[in-house]
């Protein structure tokens, strides 16, 4: 073997070698960044006696960062509107003792994928889903879920929870773009049709 021919088996080795080194770290970065934001999220408190963060849902939202917990204290919360744009997570101490409500316009808006609700019951009007949407332990009254965006198919997760006095339960104004997968959930007094236009429909356990 010619000396030249020897340096270049030598540096192919040690390329490889400098190569899998690579994606080693920088696996090891990501799984260190999404450990790093795990840990530093944020758990906000929202109570309107004062003894929270905040006194709105608007203003927790405002103070969140991606992956915090928005926490309800008991109340009455009437707020409408929220653009939610990055991932959070709105976790309400008991679904009865915590009321989100508006009567003319859409509650919050998901434009995030991975945003949760947990434990509150709304009423009035609607709540926008646009990205993916987690439900669980929540009471719609009077309210539905809907996409009204051609170019978007959100999924929805929905758990535990009751729809009832709506017009409908879930919406796609478009058809054939929102998914939606139900678990033990109760439909009650819905005037029109529980599900309108949905993309793919999947249920179990509900009444």
Known sequence: ??????????????????KFEGERKMKQLIIITLFASIIFADTIIVDQSGNGDYYTIQEAY???????????NAG??????????HEVHFVGIEKNSVLWTHESNELFGNYS???????????GNYIFCRDDLYVYDCIF???????TQ???APELNIRNSVFMGCSY????????????????TI?????????????????????
């Open 169 to 184: 339960a879930i919406k796609d104004d478009y058809g054939s773009q929102l998914d939606a997968n139900i678990y033990n």
């Open 150 to 152: 051609s170019s978007y």
């Open 187 to 207: 439909f009650r007094d819905i005037s029109q049709q529980v599900f309108y236009n949905l993309g793919s429909l999947t249920v179990m356990n509900n009444i």
């Open 141 to 147: 009254n009077n309210t539905y879920i809907r996409n």
């Open 113 to 123: 994928d991975g945003t949760s609700i947990r434990e509150i019951t709304f009423s």
């Open 62 to 72: 405002n103070a969140s960062s991606t992956g915090d917990t928005i926490f309800l």
């Open 76 to 85: 009455v919360y009437i707020e409408n509107d929220i653009s939610v744009t």
């Open 1 to 18: 073997m010619k000396l030249w021919q020897g340096w270049w088996l030598w540096n192919d080795k040690n390329s490889t070698i400098y």
